[in-house]
């Protein structure tokens, strides 16, 4: 197993802080966590990292933990702080590969919990090509029909929005352990999870295997045909592209487009349908939903996951006990996947709509374009009441350059249902969306109006 080591001047600074020669001279792990009192997701984080670091220490390590950002969407929204967070997925994979080779550290685990966090920690994984876990905090537990709060406290918002999307990546990627992405956060199972991670680390370490020996072309593919099974997050397409990127795989619009045609929809959660997480774990997590996509060879089996099992050696024996929650592949919700690619004469290089929250009777629509330069703009004409119903709202300039940061546009979203027009306008941007968007909305629109796209002569 091989150990970095620190110097002897390094290790000097170790004993300052009361580190034993023991502890020294075993592999040094490090804890990412990425803990605040901000974010609902990650305010149990610290519970997490000591499970992880029981791990650690139990199967031979040394623990060193440090933080990273974490940054709220829900927070941001509305105002000029949603220009930030899909800039600081980089930043939280630059300042995680800053620290680790600043100081020589051996593997890491990677405390995750919400919408950019974890793509930019996996990022790091793959740009660091360490031994690298994923552990998320857990999504929420459901919403109960007799309680007077929308959401019960900690862990990622319940529904499949951006965070719980990623999460489910992390897991079909293989650089998360089975059921990473929906023992709910306040389970006493998701800190044996944490603890096993913990352990595992350890093993990854000793067997020498890394995060690019996961993330193969493969691995990715049965990302997006989970991705699309079960209706996740557009922003998915966004962040798988940018951790292919980090792992120099090719994949791009068209893929997502072949695999979104012939995938079927088995799963109707949050925001398109009634269920959650919280469901899906008590359904047989995803690998119910695997094996039902396995029924019609659409997943490759072989590829190997962290774990040290194949995905076909995961989901063997695995099945859904709640058929309304993961349908048969027989009997899809949908017979194609959650998310659909666009092009048109508006969107030459490729747009993107989750299709599973978009009520059938707008899969066609027409109707008079409202074009505006900035979402607050467009949200203050919604409430004025100058929007009516058969309109086709634009937002432009909202784009990575436009923005700048590639703003999501959940307000423009959430005022049409506001006002009551969900269901009866249709709106089409150069931003992108939150997971927890509903209606026919179409995002990333591209070439972007500041780009000198198409979208940018519309009146």
């Known amino acids: 197993m091989p150990v970095r080591g620190f110097s002897a001047f390094a290790e000097s600074l170790l004993y300052a802080m009361g580190r034993t020669p023991e502890e020294i001279a075993k592999p040094g792990i490090a804890i990412v966590n990425s803990q605040n009192e901000l974010v609902p997701g990650h305010i149990h984080l610290d519970d997490i990292a000591s499970a992880v670091r029981d791990g650690i220490v139990s199967a031979g390590g040394t623990p060193f933990e440090f933080s990273t950002i974490a940054i709220c969407d829900g927070l941001a929204m509305g105002h000029a702080g949603m220009c930030y967070p899909l800039a600081s997925r980089e930043l939280i994979a630059d300042s995680i590969e800053a620290m680790i080779l600043a100081h020589n550290l051996d593997a890491m685990v990677l405390v995750t919990g919400c919408d950019k966090i974890t793509p930019g920690m996996m990022m790091a994984a793959a740009r660091l090509d360490i031994p690298a876990i994923v552990i998320n905090g857990g999504p929420m537990l459901a919403p109960r029909p007799t309680s007077k709060v929308p959401l019960l406290g900690c862990g990622s918002c319940p529904g499949l929005y951006t965070a719980n999307s990623m999460a489910c990546m992390a897991e079909v990627l293989g650089l998360a352990l089975p059921w990473n992405s929906c023992i709910p956060a306040a389970h006493g199972a998701r800190r044996q999870l944490a ?263 519309v009146e």
């Open 195 to 457: 603890r096993r991670a913990g352990v595992r680390i350890m093993e990854l370490l000793r067997e020498g295997i890394i995060p690019r020996q996961i993330l193969t072309k493969k691995a990715f593919e049965n990302a997006i045909t989970v991705d699309m099974a079960i209706g996740g997050s557009s922003n998915t397409i966004l962040h798988l592209m940018a951790l292919a990127s980090e792992a120099e795989i090719d994949i791009g619009l068209k893929l997502f487009d072949q695999i979104g045609r012939r995938t079927p929809r088995l799963c109707d959660f949050s925001p398109a349908g009634p269920y959650f997480l919280e469901d899906l774990y008590e359904a047989g997590g995803l690998q119910a939903v695997m094996a039902e996509l396995s029924n019609k060879n659409l997943l490759h089996l072989d590829a190997l996951t962290l774990s040290g099992q194949t995905l076909g050696e995961i989901i063997e024996g695995a099945q859904s006990t709640r058929p309304e929650v993961i349908r048969s592949i027989e009997e899809p919700y949908y017979s194609e996947g959650g998310l659909a690619i666009l092009y048109g004469n508006l969107a030459p290089d490729g747009a993107v709509v989750k299709q599973s929250a978009v009520k059938p009777e707008m899969f066609k629509h027409s109707g008079p374009a409202r074009v505006f330069d900035l979402e607050e703009d467009a949200v203050t004409a919604m409430l004025d009441g100058r929007i009516h119903s058969g309109d086709v709202v634009v937002i432009r300039y909202e784009g990575p350059r436009g923005g700048p940061g590639f703003r999501e546009m959940l307000m423009a979203t959430s005022t049409i249902l506001a006002v009551g027009l969900g269901g009866e306008v249709a709106l089409v941007t150069d931003g992108r969306f939150s997971g927890a968007t509903e209606g026919a909305a179409i995002g990333h629109v591209s070439p972007e109006a500041m780009e000198g796209g198409p979208i940018a002569i």
